[in-house]
């Protein structure tokens, strides 16, 4: 059994910031965020768009695009780390939106590296408890978590949604074919460099981070994932046809490929528009390179993402 993806879709909110706008306000330039990141504007939520508000909305769009019917759900996976309430979960406030009366519904949370754990989630579960179709979800609201006065990072983050139907079939020739996890919480280690200091009782927060830090394992661990990915189902970089990284940064994904020889040319990025949507950049950047014509059915992808935690982890799939 292959879990195959049947449908994609993507919600961005209206409102779109440019760095000149930003400029207006901080101390800082269209030049400066453009020449370090690859960032030229991004969608930011009005303050009653929440994070289950975009979910809802691409969840409605992939279930019409794949025509599958709200009843015909068995689960919903949503992958977030901005969740609009501790409990209940987003998955659950979609589950009621839709009406998707037979699904269970749950949150993953694995930061930037989410809609992977959340994909390898879904895989397993799909083949252990023989579901038929899952929805999975990666949607986040990371302006809401960000210090708009601190430069180093609110310039860095947009908001987004991404949704898929997961269906399983017999056909072995398209779908998931492998995932890999890893996570490391050292904290002090890992936690110091990125993380959200909201404690249990000051629940807002804001994204703290060491830049440089953050870049340095970016590249050393995404590389190892995809290594690790290719190596482990006997497979090279010339079996991939597209890879989709999380984006975060143009200049990361650059670095990555000139230290570790990984081929620029075969990397969807999408960081100019979108910016760092968390878990939901993978498939806004799916999306919309389907739409544009460059990533077609029959092409296999590697999606790798690293995030907070630290978490990183990779996927190859066939569409
Ligand atoms: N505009 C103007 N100046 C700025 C800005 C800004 N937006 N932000 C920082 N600066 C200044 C700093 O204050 C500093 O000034 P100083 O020398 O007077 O102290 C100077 O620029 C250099 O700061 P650095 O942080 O060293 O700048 P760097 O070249 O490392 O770039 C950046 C910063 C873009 C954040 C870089 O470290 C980076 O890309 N890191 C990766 C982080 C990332 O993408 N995180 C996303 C979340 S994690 C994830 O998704 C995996």
């Known amino acids: 059994m292959k879990a195959k993806i049947i449908g994609i879709s993507s919600y961005l909110p209206s409102r779109v ?18 020449s370090r990141t690859g960032i030229a504007s991004r969608h930011v939520s009005a303050y009653d768009e929440l994070t289950s508000t975009l979910a809802i909305e691409a969840a409605k769009q992939v279930l019409e695009q794949s025509e599958v019917r709200p009843g015909e759900i068995d689960a919903i996976i949503v992958s977030t780390t901005t969740g609009d309430t501790r409990f209940p979960s987003c998955a659950c406030k979609v589950q009621g939106a839709i009406g998707a009366s037979k699904a269970f519904a749950f949150d993953v949370n694995a930061a930037c590296a989410g809609f992977i754990y959340a994909l390898a989630v879904a895989d397993s579960m799909m083949k252990s408890m ?3 179709n899952v929805l999975l979800i990666a949607s986040e609201t990371l302006t809401k978590f960000v210090d708009w006065t601190d430069r180093s990072t609110c310039v860095l983050f947009g908001d987004g949604a991404g949704a898929l139907v997961l269906q399983s079939s017999d056909d072995e020739t398209s779908g998931i074919i492998a995932t890999k996890l890893y996570s490391n ?13 909201g404690a249990q009782n000051d629940y807002r927060g804001y994204i703290t981070m060491a830049g440089r830090s953050v870049f340095k394992y970016a590249i050393e661990y995404m590389a190892m994932s995809m290594h690790d990915i290719l190596n482990e189902n006997n497979m090279t970089m010339n079996d991939i046809d597209w890879v989709i990284p999380h984006q975060a940064n143009r200049r990361i994904l650059e670095s990555l490929c000139k230290m570790k020889e990984f081929p620029l040319e075969k990397f969807v990025i999408t960081t100019e528009n979108h910016a760092n949507t968390s878990s939901a950049s993978i498939p806004l950047a799916m999306r919309d390179a ?3 014509g460059i990533v077609k059915k029959g092409d296999t992808l590697l999606f790798s993402a690293l995030g907070a935690g630290l978490v990183w982890g990779s996927a190859i799939i066939r569409l």
């Open 290 to 292: 389907m739409y544009r």
């Open 17 to 34: 910031v440019t760095n000149d706008e930003l400029s207006k306000t901080l101390d800082t330039s269209h030049e400066w965020i453009y």
């Open 130 to 132: 023989k579901l038929k």
């Open 185 to 197: 919480g050292d904290e002090e280690k890992y936690n110091s460099i990125l993380s959200h200091n």
